[in-house]
């Protein structure tokens, strides 16, 4: 960044900072420390490039601090010069990583998710917060933004994979390496930016997070989701609940498929081997209606847990009726007693669908009002319902018989079957 001053006395000069490199490759002399003028020579440039280097590998940001005399004649439409500075000194600055971010990090990695940096920092600044930050791991590869662009598209589908820390990169870097991770390798990405120049990546990515506190409006327009602290962690916590509403739906579909594909095996058998369906119209609409609705309402307000960030991510290409999905519906399907099914439903791969259920008072409201309902219907609206009121002896049976699909289903799920 560069900017021209008037002096008092009318002299005009220009001062400009930024990366270490870049504003040093534009100084031909620096002030020593009389704090004289003196030409800039090959010891004193490596000198300077230590101290860049020393600071950077202690994650300091380093800023290279510099001014020019500018000749009269200098108007406002005149380009700012970009060599023949003055280098002033080399200025190493402390940004410390937020507390959690680390944390979040390994978490994401758990979760099948890979976190890449992409900065405009020096190399060795990029690569030392990175580390800390658990993102730059044993076998990762930093590299600089102008090296990247030397890459053909054979080494970039190679190289990218293997990529986690980019440095001195540009906003177009940056796009190429989103759009090469979603088109070539079919990837789901999401983008962090807070700048205007991060709009292009924001835009091309799966989801943008733009940063609400210091993101630009140009950047939260090109996002999807704004993050409002602007802290990494959030970040976790937006990945949980997107997961949390997925595994939900999955939840309630398994749940209305299994009721489904029952109804219509045994009123289309009965109907095929007596020439009479076995449940009424108003009875299916029982099922279908009512208990579908509320069971949907139960199933879809289970509160987003820890397990989820233990999950691989589903993919671009993943099925939304997975392997599992079928498993359970199938087991399920030939022994189907609807309301212990809503409660094995709460969990398609774990054995204890109890754990965290009191946490859902949704759930529990809705499954003690499911069984108030048939308990009314059966009893008290047979009328209406074509139903015969059951006796004690009876209802006891029927709840016996009901809770053996819980323990079938235990055992349904110890069958290996594929994620997708």
């Known amino acids: 960044m560069g900017v021209v001053i008037q002096l008092p006395e009318g002299a005009l000069r220009a001062h400009c900072k930024g990366a270490s490199e870049i504003i040093l490759a534009s100084c031909s002399k620096y002030l020593n420390e009389e704090g004289n003028v003196v030409p800039l020579d090959e010891g004193t440039i490596d000198h300077l490039k230590a101290t860049i280097d020393s600071f950077a590998n202690e994650a300091l940001r380093t800023l290279c601090l510099a001014y020019m005399e500018v000749q009269d004649g200098f108007s406002v439409n005149d380009q700012i ?28 990695r758990s979760a099948g998710i890979t976190v890449r940096m992409v900065t405009g920092d020096n190399i060795n600044t990029a690569k030392a917060i990175a580390r800390e930050c658990g993102i730059l791991t044993e076998g990762g590869i930093a590299i600089e933004g102008p090296d990247f662009r030397t890459k053909s598209e054979e080494e970039l589908t190679q190289l990218i ?21 979603r088109t070539k390798l079919d990837e789901v990405v999401a983008v962090t930016g807070d700048g205007t120049n991060d709009a292009p990546a924001l835009h091309e990515a799966d989801i943008g997070l733009a940063m609400g506190i210091a993101g630009t409006e140009v950047a939260k327009e090109s996002a999807d989701v704004i993050i409002l602290d ?78 989820l960030m233990k999950r691989t991510p589903v993919g671009r290409k993943g099925n939304f009726i997975s392997n599992i999905m079928w498993r359970n519906i199938l087991g399920q399907a030939f022994y189907q007693f609807l309301v212990f ?31 108030i309902f048939q308990f009314i219907i059966i009893q008290f609206l047979g009328d209406f319902a074509n139903t015969t009121p059951l006796t004690l002896n009876q209802w006891i049976a029927c709840i016996f018989i009901g809770f053996i699909g819980m323990p079938i289903a235990a055992i349904v799920k110890m069958i290996p079957v594929g994620s997708s």
């Open 161 to 181: 994979p293997k990529i986690q820390v980019m440095a001195r990169s540009s906003p177009l870097d940056k796009h190429t390496l989103v759009k090469h991770l």
């Open 81 to 108: 010069p970009t060599d023949g500075y003055t280098c002033i000194g080399i200025v190493g600055i402390k940004d410390p990583v937020r507390p959690g971010v680390k944390e979040s990090v390994a978490i994401c």
């Open 341 to 371: 099914n809503e409660v094995n439903s709460r969990e398609m791969e774990r054995i204890n669908v109890f754990e965290g259920i009191l946490n859902n008072n949704v759930f529990i409201a809705v499954l003690g009002s499911t069984v």
């Open 230 to 307: 602007d802290n990494f962690s959030t970040i976790v916590t937006v990945a949980k609940w997107g997961r949390s509403v997925y595994i939900n739906i999955q939840k309630f579909v398994q749940f209305q498929l299994t009721v489904n594909v029952v109804a219509l095996v045994v009123n289309f058998s009965s109907a095929c081997l007596t020439g009479s369906a076995p449940l009424t119209a108003v009875q299916l609409l029982w099922v279908n209606m009512i208990m579908d609705t509320l069971g949907a309402l139960a199933l879809a307000t289970e509160p987003p847990n820890n397990e």
